[in-house]
């Protein structure tokens, strides 16, 4: 199946925005 081959990635982009997003709204936030 080509399903896992989306979702990994997805997931690891997906968790690197995230940790990202939040030190810029972090930043943001002082």
């Known amino acids: 199946m080509e ?3 989306i979702a990994i ?3 690891i ?3 690197v ?3 990202v997003g939040t030190r ?3 930043m943001f936030r002082k």
């Open 3 to 5: 399903l896992m081959e």
């Open 9 to 11: 990635p997805a997931l």
């Open 17 to 19: 925005g995230i940790m």
């Open 24 to 26: 810029i709204w972090i």
């Open 13 to 15: 982009i997906s968790a």
